[in-house]
């Protein structure tokens, strides 16, 4: 059926593709991509030949009209960024609110996200998150943006790129302080991943032990602040436990 299949590709490990992205790349009369190189490898290891069309971030608008062309013909489009999910950091969402606002239909593919891969490794027991992606790279608008977040009860998502690792964990640690614990999940399903979890002051140590830590690629996960009324309960349950001891 017609439509522009949103379609999650790996972030690593190859064999990470769903049946059904494979299915969708064969069939689809054409795929969009942030990267026509970037795909055709991952396109050229599954032996399927198709038509790539470009649709990085400096397209979108181009990109998103030629696609609605060949959507209103009854086509099967295929979106892709790099690796993931598209539109999460990554280009994707204009091409899709475009699709979207021209009436036509649009399906997602769930697959592979970085976000939701260290979430799920990080053993933090909150439902909540909160996905920033990446910071601003200049320090004042950083820790102005952190600044913000501080007070959030929510588990914080962060992207960030090798060269800039060990500046954020110092950041993250300057805005929220040492004992919230902190994530490092990085090269997630390659071969060097790690996931290592500790409390914020002793990230940068734990970093500059090794400066393989500090290559790759990385989601950097904070745990969400304690809520205002978390105090009052461990009080009124340690009042409980005590009149529940006296009680006959
Ligand atoms: N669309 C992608 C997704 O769904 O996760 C994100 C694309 S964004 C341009 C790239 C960033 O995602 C990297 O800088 C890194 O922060 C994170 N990332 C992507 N792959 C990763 C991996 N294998 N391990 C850790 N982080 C990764």
Redo the contacts with the bound molecule.
């Keep these: 059926e017609s439509a522009l299949y949103v379609l999650?590709t790996p972030?690593?490990n190859v064999c990470d593709v769903t049946l059904r992205a494979l299915h969708v790349l064969t069939i689809a009369d054409a795929v969009a991509c942030e990267d026509t190189r970037n795909t055709s490898h991952l396109l050229t290891r599954y032996g399927i030949s198709q038509t790539l069309i470009a649709a990085h971030e400096h397209n979108e608008r181009e990109a998103a009209d030629k696609i609605i062309a060949r959507l209103q013909q009854g086509q099967r489009i295929a979106l892709v960024?790099?690796?993931?999910?598209?539109a999460?950091?990554?280009p994707g969402a204009r091409i899709v609110e475009a699709v979207r606002a021209a009436g036509l239909r649009v399906v997602p593919l769930p697959g592979?996200?970085?976000?939701v891969?260290?979430l799920s490794a990080s053993g933090f027991v909150n439902d909540a998150f909160r996905f920033i992606g990446?910071l601003p790279n200049k320090s004042r608008q950083r820790e102005h943006a952190l600044q913000k977040l501080a007070a959030d009860t929510a588990t914080l998502v962060f992207?960030?790129?090798p060269h800039r690792i060990v500046e954020t964990v110092d950041a993250l640690l300057q805005a929220f302080g040492p004992e919230r614990h902190v994530v490092l999940?990085?090269?997630?399903?390659?071969l060097f991943e790690t996931v290592h979890r500790c409390p914020l002051a002793e990230a940068p140590a734990w970093l500059a032990e090794d400066s393989n830590r500090q290559r790759?690629?990385?989601?950097v996960l904070v745990e969400g602040a304690a809520a205002a009324g978390d105090d009052d309960n461990a009080e009124a349950e340690r009042v409980l436990r005590i009149l529940l001891e006296e009680l006959p």
């Design positions: 999650a972030i690593g960024s790099d690796a993931g999910t598209p999460v950091s990554d592979p996200s970085a976000a891969a260290a990446f992207y960030e790129a999940g990085r090269e997630l399903t390659k790759g690629e990385f989601v």
